[in-house]
């Protein structure tokens, strides 16, 4: 029973550079949450997302950060020109769909960007 | 807005001794409360977690954690600490929004395990 994957685990960008993260959730869930979590800090949240939908992306930067969840495929957090300040982790989370019961969101192992 | 304050960055405690982990919120109505803990280079685990009734929950490894209405607190404890039980902690405020829940986190607490 595989929880939610992220790939890769670590992943090095030169400045400027295009970093594509992956998400795929556990079987079953269908809403999808992206964090970051800058050195010494707490978990923020990014952008929520169901397939084929941005729900909620009021964490996100206004620019050169997108994300998407297709109809087939993981989720994918993309980050364009990157500069030293996008190093962090950067977290994926799944849930199944709740209505309006509250439900667990289970975490990946993370993806660790460094830029040179 | 809601918030989560973790007063301590660090705390250090020796092997079989009691722990508490301090955890304050705030927000404008009932809190979804959880205590995740993190692992050097390893994803968040769900320790316990708050939804309504019993204040005082149960979670995995032994750990426990109170809700405190008046005082707007979650506090973790455990009798007694392993050594295993050094990692990050951190505390969460759910807010349940239109058919989704987005996270709060606290900066977190390092807890060093002495011997």
């Known amino acids: 029973n595989a929880g939610v994957m992220q790939n890769p685990r670590h992943l090095v960008r030169r400045r400027g550079q295009e970093a594509r993260l992956r998400c795929s959730p556990m079987?079953?869930?269908?809403?999808v949450y992206w964090y970051r979590q800058l050195p010494e800090e707490g978990l923020k949240f990014m952008v929520y997302?169901?397939?084929?939908?941005?729900?909620?992306e009021s964490g996100m930067p206004k620019e050169r950060f997108s994300a998407e969840f297709p109809k087939e495929g993981p989720s994918i957090l993309r980050i364009q020109q990157v500069v030293r300040g996008d190093s962090a982790a950067y977290f994926c989370a799944s849930s199944p769909p709740g209505g309006e019961r509250y439900q667990p969101q289970h975490f990946g192992d993370g993806t660790r960007l460094s830029i040179l | 807005a809601q918030s989560v304050t973790q007063p301590d960055i660090h705390i250090t405690v020796s092997e079989g001794a009691s722990l508490e982990l301090r955890c304050n919120y705030s927000?404008?109505?009932?809190?979804?409360l959880f205590w995740y803990v993190q692992s050097p280079g390893q994803g968040l685990q769900l320790l316990l977690k708050?939804?309504?009734?019993?204040?005082l929950v149960q979670g995995i490894k032994g750990f426990e954690a109170e809700f405190k209405r008046s005082q707007s607190s979650f506090n973790l404890r455990k009798p007694s600490v392993h050594w295993s039980d050094a990692a990050e902690y951190f505390c969460a405020v759910g807010a349940l929004n239109s058919g989704y829940s987005t996270l709060t986190f606290g900066k977190g607490t390092m807890l060093l395990v002495s011997p």
């Open positions: 927000y404008g109505a009932t809190p979804y």
């Open positions: 997302l169901q397939k084929e939908n941005i729900i909620d």
């Open positions: 079987k079953g869930h269908s809403h």
């Open positions: 708050y939804f309504s009734g019993d204040t």
